[in-house]
Nanobody
Framework: QVQLVESGGGLVQAGGSLRLSCRAS????????MGWFRRAPGKEREFVAVSRGTASYTYYGDSIKGRVTISRDNAKNTVYLQMNSLQPEDTAVYSCAAKRGVFRGQVATSSEYDYWGQGTQVTVSS
């Protein structure tokens, strides 16, 4: 059973940066893609970014594109999300997700993913 553990969340002022990490363990060799989603208070879960395969393919959600970079260290079974120019509207619980095998649908669809982390809180103050 794959387990995902996120870290790196916290409180940051508007305009600041954070780097989130997500480490996979327990069968991580099965993972084809790792991504990030977020859920703001009172809102639905939103796709942030995904790294697929050997990490040569990356894809970003429109709302945060240009301010985040996803990267993977396959030797460490870890995916990172570098977030810059953070704004109060970026406040959310950020969750790591992993998928076995190829995508059958959209990479931005949460139901495509097989494993989820507990999430890490990111709070951006104005």
């Amino acid at each position: 059973q794959v387990q995902l553990v996120e870290s790196g969340g916290g409180l940051v002022q508007a305009g600041g940066s954070l780097r989130l990490s997500c480490r996979a363990s327990g069968g991580s060799g099965l993972i084809h893609a790792m991504g990030w989603f977020r859920r703001a208070p009172g809102k639905e879960r939103e796709f942030v970014a995904v790294s697929r395969g050997t990490a040569s393919y990356t894809y970003y959600g429109d709302s945060i594109k240009g301010r985040v970079t996803i990267s993977r260290d396959n030797a460490k079974n870890t995916v990172y999300l570098q977030m810059n120019s953070l704004q109060p509207e970026d406040t959310a619980v950020y969750s790591c997700a992993a998928k076995r095998g190829v995508f059958r649908g959209q990479v931005a669809t949460s139901s495509e993913y097989d494993y989820w982390g507990q999430g890490t809180q990111v709070t951006v103050s104005s």
